[in-house]
């Protein structure tokens, strides 16, 4: 069948919903910062990169090491993320792990955080997680 016909016999308030949610993704990956990134059309220097992740440092550390791990999928923030993205998430504290061995931080400690919202001081609405270490932190954090 041609996919129009099928597209026909879809009520168009379901097709209304269905292409507004999928634009509204579309429109907020296209102004985002760090998609830019993963897709390499803003230059990046990466640490580490495959076909889910990427790792680049900081541009403002505020430890010695500071990296950031990004998932190359759009999602806004934790609150976000769906039970589809439990396996990425996972694979992202395990980058992050690898990293933080390779930079040799993992034996004298390391933090690591993701900023979820306002009050949390989220500036960049791509999920990603912060790796600090090489100097000891404090707790509570401020
Ligand atoms: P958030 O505040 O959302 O938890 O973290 C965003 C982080 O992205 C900040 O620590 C900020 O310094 C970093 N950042 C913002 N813009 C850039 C950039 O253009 N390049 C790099 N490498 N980091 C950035
Ligand atoms: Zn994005």
């Known amino acids: 069948m041609r996919p129009w016909k ?7 308030s379901i097709q209304k919903v269905f292409f507004y949610g999928y634009w509204k993704g579309k429109m907020k990956m296209l102004g985002c910062l760090f998609c830019q990134m993963a897709s390499h059309e803003k230059p990046v220097k990466t640490l580490y990169e495959d076909d ?5 440092e900081d541009i403002n550390p505020q430890a010695p090491v500071h990296l950031l791990v990004i998932p190359k999928k759009h999602i806004s923030s934790l609150n976000d993320a769906g039970d589809g993205d439990r396996e ?8 992050a792990a690898r990293m933080a061995k ?15 919202n306002a009050e949390a001081g989220q500036t960049v609405f791509h999920l990603h997680i912060h790796v600090l270490g090489g100097r000891l932190l404090a707790w509570p954090p401020g």
């Open 6 to 12: 099928i597209l026909r016999m879809i009520p168009f």
């Open 88 to 95: 990425l998430l996972g694979h992202l504290l395990g980058v």
């Open 52 to 56: 889910r992740c990427l790792v680049f």
């Open 102 to 116: 390779e930079k040799g931080i993992d034996g004298s400690g390391y933090r690591t955080v993701v900023n979820t």
